[in-house]
């Protein structure tokens, strides 16, 4: 059984293209979130909806848009694709987030290429 | 604004050595605590992670690490690897009551030589 799902685990683009990764949990989880992961292995937060309302969001370009259709889906667009848009983005779900305590359950990311 | 640094960017061990990661995390407030673990070709796990209580927590395949408040650290250790547990490691902190935001540190890559 997944538990956080991804799709597509990868993406090879054109800059300029728009392109949507999807992510789905069947834990339960109320909370999800992405995270983007450069080539040096560094990973930082983007955005974290909890049941549907964001309520992280980083300084992130506005080309990138989340939108949670449920709370077990928190899907990410990206518009104008650029260069330094390559990277791994990780998708992660945890009960509420209220201590900080919760375990994040994380997806196996989608390896996105941008030429 | 919060920051985790981990030291060590690579570590090469042979099998059965011991092994200690460093972290340290730069926040004045209460935090919690965690390692995770990416296995070459999977997503992250959780190894461990600390709240509060026994500074000393004991996580899965072993491993261990240490709160030491007064040092801001949070080192990750393992008395004997094994080959099997060449992966990268993170060290990762967020701030109570903070909805949940981790924060990274850069990782470190582990290589266990047979």
């Known amino acids: 059984d997944t538990a956080v799902s991804q799709t597509p685990k990868y993406l090879v683009t054109q800059m300029g293209n728009d392109k949507s990764i999807k992510c789905e949990q069947n834990l339960g989880h109320d909370t999800m979130y992405w995270y983007k992961q450069d080539s040096k292995k560094f990973l930082k937060i983007m955005f974290s909806y909890n049941n549907k309302e964001l309520i992280i969001n980083e300084t992130v370009p506005n080309r990138f848009s989340p939108k949670s259709p449920d709370k077990a889906h928190l899907n990410l667009h990206i518009n104008s694709l650029e260069l330094g848009d390559s990277a791994v983005y990780f998708c992660a779900s945890s009960h509420p987030h209220s201590s900080g305590r919760e375990t994040q359950y994380f997806g196996p990311g989608t390896r996105l290429l941008v030429l | 604004a919060q920051s985790v640094s981990q030291h060590n960017h690579h570590v090469i061990l042979s099998e059965a050595a011991s092994l200690e990661l460093g972290c340290n995390y730069s926040y004045g407030g209460t935090v919690n605590l965690f390692w995770y673990v990416q296995y070459p070709g999977q997503h992250l796990q959780l190894l461990l992670k600390y709240f509060s209580g026994d500074p000393l927590v004991k996580g899965i395949k072993g491993f261990e690490a240490e709160f030491i408040k007064s040092k801001f650290s949070f080192n990750l250790r393992k008395p004997s690897v094994q080959w099997s547990d060449t992966a990268e490691y993170f060290c990762?902190?967020?701030?109570?009551?903070?909805?949940?935001?981790?924060?990274f540190g850069a990782g470190t890559r582990l290589a266990v030589h047979p």
């Open positions: 990762a902190v967020n701030a109570r009551g903070g909805y949940n935001k981790l924060i």
